[in-house]
């Protein structure tokens, strides 16, 4: 381990009021840290620039999940594994459970969660294709009051957001409107366990009689940010699936991302992973069929 233990300050608050104080007090000095998956490895690498933590894993208002009619509302500190076991997640937002069943292993989906997910702003992040394509909705709250945010909007560019350095993600808002849905969702990486996404998908359409309707395709690690493919999406919506259209929307899904090389994989085999699992969606979608 590389970096000191005493070097650091770490405070349990016990309620939402002390942490946002303490943020707004000395914005940018304190360091949130909820499931400390990704700190800690910044922690033990020493690269972790915050010398002064709080913890917020035991805030009750940020560990609850809210059913109501119109929306599910997820505390931004609730785990995989809760998001993983909850009955109206696993049903109504398959994208998300799958998603939060292939981030990391048991241990890392007992620590890990959304919130810090998103925070952290990795552009191959598991759960935000997900979060994308179900039109999410985040609660940002500090002493200056409550905000809400749509998740397209917080991501602003390679690892950077929209949060202010006082605010914390109170919650993450989605609405329920996606019933009758086909859905499809892959994640791409070197092994099936503990392994960062080459490229993930989370995809959510309707069809009938071949013709494709509010198609909604997000992409992670193809881009600094994880991506809507708003193009792809216009050029299949109100179409007949036929193999042309397949074509032309991998030619699209190409023209709209952004990969890079790095040590996971090449950007050629990035964008045409891309461009297959968007072609294996819309196949899905023709033998699927879902609305009258
Ligand atoms: C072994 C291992 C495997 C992993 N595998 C995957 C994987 O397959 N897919 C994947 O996507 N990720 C993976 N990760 C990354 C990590 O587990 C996730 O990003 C996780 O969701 C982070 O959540 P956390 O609560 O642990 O965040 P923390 O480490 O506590 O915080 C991360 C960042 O978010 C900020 N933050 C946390 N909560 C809030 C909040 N409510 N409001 C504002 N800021 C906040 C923190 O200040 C920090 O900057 C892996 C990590 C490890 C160590």
């Not at 909705?137 to 929209?162: C, D, M, P, Q, W």
């Amino acid at each position: 381990m590389r970096a000191d233990p005493a070097d650091y300050k770490l405070v349990s608050p016990r309620n939402l009021q002390a942490v946002l104080s303490l943020l707004a007090d000395e914005p940018s000095q304190w360091l949130p840290i909820a499931g400390g998956t990704d700190v800690m490895v910044l922690y033990s690498a020493g690269k972790l620039p915050n010398r002064k933590l709080i913890d917020i894993w035991g805030i009750p208002e940020l560990r609850q999940i809210e059913v109501l009619p119109e929306r599910i509302r997820i505390g931004a500190a609730c785990t995989y594994t809760a998001l993983r076991r909850h009955e109206i997640i696993s049903r109504d937002f398959r994208l998300l459970a799958l998603a939060a069943s292939w981030t990391g292993g048991i241990a890392n989906q007992n620590r890990g969660t959304l919130g810090g997910n998103i925070a952290n702003a990795s552009p191959a992040a598991d759960s935000l294709p997900a979060l994308l394509v179900y039109d999410a909705e985040l609660t940002l709250i500090s002493v200056r009051g409550e905000r809400r945010v749509a998740y397209r909007n917080f991501h602003t560019g390679y690892k950077k957001t929209a949060l202010a350095a006082d605010e914390l993600i109170q919650d993450i808002s989605l609405p329920r409107k996606f019933a009758g849905y086909a859905s499809h969702a892959r994640k791409v990486g070197a092994r099936n366990a503990q392994a960062i996404s080459k490229v993930c998908l989370a995809a959510l359409g309707q069809c009938a009689d071949s013709v494709i309707r509010d198609v909604r395709l997000a992409l992670g690690s193809v881009a600094p940010v994880p991506l809507r493919l708003q193009e792809t999406e216009h050029l299949l919506n109100g179409n007949k699936i036929e193999l042309s259209l397949i074509n032309a929307a991998r030619k699209s899904v190409m023209k709209e991302i952004r990969p890079i090389g790095d040590i996971r994989s090449s950007a050629r085999y990035r964008a045409a992973v891309a461009a297959n699992l968007v072609a294996e969606f819309i196949e899905k979608l023709a033998v699927e069929g879902t609305y009258a």
